[in-house]
């Protein structure tokens, strides 16, 4: 089975996370890039005019990427890990899970945050695209997290 461990990153937690899964895994790496990318004062969630406060609020959001994936058809499961922006994933992963073919994927949620879990992401993801096959997701808090993403 062929791996791909996509991720959005915008401090660089969680490019660490996927550099590290991509190696358990002896899976592909994707960074997923915003063709805009974002600024400290495009992620200040004080601010309701920040860019991410503005997607969030717009479910209908799809912030553009800088590069979709080439060849899906390589790949059984796909990784796709962000930072949590107010509870849930960034838009763009919308974005990214709109770029390409994953049917007859399976899926496989990370994501980085200090407090917030990913379960409200997973069941927001699964409700806009159950068509895709969700095996689940996990917080990633330590090193033994990734461990256990990996089994």
Not at 41 to 50: G, M, R
Not at 143 to 150: N, Q, R, S, T, V
Request: glycine fraction near 6%; include cysteine; charged fraction near 25%.
């Amino acid at each position: 089975m062929r791996k791909l461990v996509a991720y959005f990153s915008y401090s660089g937690s969680t490019q660490a996370v996927a550099e590290k899964l991509a190696q358990q895994l002896d899976a592909d790496l994707f960074e997923i890039r915003a063709a805009v990318p974002y600024t400290s004062a495009d992620v200040n969630w004080q601010d309701d005019s920040s860019r991410n406060v503005r997607e969030y609020k717009n479910p209908d959001s799809r912030p553009e990427i800088a590069k979709g994936t080439e060849d899906l058809d390589k790949y059984d499961t796909v990784y796709i890990g962000y930072p949590i922006w107010w509870y849930t994933h960034p838009r763009i992963i919308n974005t990214f899970l709109e770029s390409g073919d994953f049917s007859g994927k399976q899926i496989v949620l990370f994501a980085t945050s200090s407090v917030t879990g990913i379960d409200g992401s997973l069941e927001e993801l699964k409700e806009t695209y159950p068509q895709l096959d969700f095996a689940g997701g996990r917080r990633i808090a330590s090193e033994g997290d990734i461990k256990a993403l990996c089994e």
